[in-house]
């Protein structure tokens, strides 16, 4: 079986691979309709969306008991709702995320920018759940922080002439 719909993964890291375009590099006519976010001070356009993961899927032997990988591939491509389900989770290297796959495919030809075809085997998850196991609180995993794109800088400068008195708080 395999890598294939409804079965349950193990995803032991993911990297987000998504690029950003400067909106300097489009015509006005080009950005209509574009979401442009502001990436490291630069105003930009995503320009793919996407994330690779490291996953593994196994099996249980029925004689052993023990789990057995029937699949491993470092190279899997996250995609669509998969990506944005997956792209703020924190994984555990250790213990990894389990997902149980809706929709993926696999191809074996890949064209490059250059033209050059090959031919090896390409996994793509396109659509991913977190499993509701019974009795298992955890299977929501954590969402990494979101990082604040400015910096507030709460101090409040107060004229030396006021007196204590006059302060709203003592």
């Not at 052993?64 to 989770?89: C, H």
Request: aromatic letters at 10%; one cysteine or more; charged letters at 30%.
């Amino acid at each position: 079986m395999g890598f294939s719909v409804g079965r349950f993964a193990k995803i032991w890291k993911l990297e987000d691979k998504t690029t950003y375009t400067p909106v300097s590099d489009f015509s006005e006519a080009d950005l209509k309709g574009k979401q442009i976010v502001n990436k490291d001070g630069v105003d930009c356009v995503v320009t793919s969306c996407y994330a690779v993961a490291n996953l593994s899927v196994s099996k249980r032997d029925k004689l052993s008991g023990t789990y057995k990988v029937e699949f491993k591939d470092g190279f899997v491509a996250i995609v669509g709702k998969a990506y944005q389900l997956l792209k703020d989770v924190i994984i555990d290297e250790n213990h990894g995320l389990t997902v149980k796959i809706l929709n993926c495919d696999v191809t074996n030809m890949y064209t490059n920018a250059s033209g050059k075809v090959s031919y090896s085997p390409h996994y793509t998850i396109y659509d991913a759940e977190f499993p509701n196991f019974e009795g298992d609180d955890t299977s929501t995993p954590t969402k990494k922080k979101k990082k604040s794109a400015e910096k507030v800088d709460d101090f409040v400068n107060i004229a030396d002439e006021i007196g204590d008195e006059e302060l709203p708080f003592n």
